[in-house]
């Protein structure tokens, strides 16, 4: 039987807000570097992710896990039309959203403005709030070499996909990058901006 969308609704307002902003990660439907992202994200520990309906079966197909993260990391999916958990953006629980890896799909919805899945509208809703965001776009340049569920294959991104990236990096407060390891110390990064500053000895 499927929930009905009320009680999904009642769900998400049941959760209680975290103890301080966490990152907010959302996660799409694209493959690429897929378990390099989900190794940071139990790596990193309390952070909400946000999986789309695609994402879910992604997930599925790479690692035939149905609980891969650990306990502390809260998973909030694609489960209300309206995108219901998006409201979490506005009562301050998040201080970065970060999206990766980001689908071309994905991508081009954003440049476009265009919010009807879970992940954009998370994307929208950040933006909205003024967020810092990072995207872990796919699609960066003329050919890629990445890794499907059960080989490794070569894709030749359109100009159209190249396009959209380039357009995407001219948002607002929202860094592009283009490698797991530009991913791993854009977060770091902005983590360390949040530290809190060394208290000077009187």
């Known amino acids: 039987m499927s929930e ?3 009680d999904a609704f009642a769900a998400e307002e049941a959760e ?25 994200i139990r790596r990193l520990g309390e952070v909400d992710v946000f999986v789309s309906k695609a994402a879910a079966e992604v997930i599925w197909m790479y690692t035939r896990d149905r609980r891969p ?7 909030i999916r694609d489960t209300t039309a309206s995108a219901a958990p998006v409201g979490r953006f506005y009562k301050g629980w998040y201080h970065t959203l970060v999206v990766a890896p980001a689908s071309s799909n994905t991508v081009a919805k954003c440049v476009l403005g265009i919010s009807d899945t879970l992940v954009t509208n998370v994307f929208a809703q950040a933006g909205k709030c003024r967020l810092p965001i990072i995207v872990y776009a796919c699609d960066t340049k003329p050919v890629h070499v990445t890794a499907a569920p059960d080989r490794t294959v070569t894709v030749y991104p359109r100009a159209v996909d190249l396009d959209n990236t380039e357009r995407l990096r ?33």
């Not at 966490?22 to 897929?34: C, E, I, K, N, Q």
């Not at 993260?69 to 998973?75: L, M």
């Not at 407060?173 to 490698?179: I, L």
Request: hydrophobic share 40%; with cysteine; charged share 35%.
């Open 69 to 75: 993260f650990p306990p502390e990391v809260r998973v």
């Open 4 to 6: 009905r969308p009320e």
């Open 16 to 40: 209680d807000a975290p103890r301080r902003p966490r990152l907010a990660w959302a996660l799409t439907g694209s493959g690429h570097d897929f378990l390099a992202c989900l190794d940071i």
């Open 170 to 202: 001219r948002f607002e407060r929202t860094t592009v990058v283009e490698t797991v390891e530009e991913l791993e110390r854009a977060v770091a990064r902005r983590l360390g901006e949040l530290e809190p500053a060394p208290q000077r000895e009187a």
